[in-house]
């Protein structure tokens, strides 16, 4: 069974960075595509970052382009999101997923195994 386990998160103030992990157990090969999906109150879950493990291929969304990092260490099946120059519109629940195959955002969303959310909190 897949297993996702998140760490990382919590407050920060603007402008300050953090750091999440996710670390996947399960999978039977380390090509799979993982990332973060972010879910603000009183609004509908979006992708933020994502990895494709075999070819390191990134997506992110433009609200996070040049401010997040996305990266994964396959010894340890291990994805990386550096958070730097947050802001407050960054505050939400922020969940891990990750499906075998191509890294297709739509079908991580759809059909992906979840992480339990990890909270990032920015002040202003």
């Known amino acids: 069974e897949v297993q996702l386990v998140e760490s990382g998160g919590g407050l920060v103030q603007a402008g300050g960075s953090l750091r999440l992990s996710c670390t996947a157990s399960?999978?039977?090969?380390?090509?799979?595509?993982i990332g973060w999906f972010r879910q603000a109150p009183g609004k509908e879950r979006e992708g933020v970052s994502f990895?494709?493990?075999?070819?390191?291929?990134?997506y992110s969304a433009d609200s996070v382009k040049g401010r997040f990092t996305i990266s994964n260490d396959n010894a340890k099946h291990t994805a990386y999101l550096q958070m730097n120059s947050l802001k407050p519109e960054d505050t939400a629940v922020y969940y891990c997923?990750?499906?075998?195959?191509?890294?297709?955002?739509?079908?991580?969303?759809?059909?992906?195994?979840w992480g339990q959310g990890t909270r990032v909190t920015v002040s202003s």
């Open positions: 997923a990750a499906k075998l195959g191509p890294l297709l955002v739509q079908r991580l969303f759809l059909d992906g195994y």
């Open positions: 399960g999978f039977t090969t380390d090509d799979y595509a």
């Open positions: 990895i494709s493990t075999g070819d390191g291929r990134t």
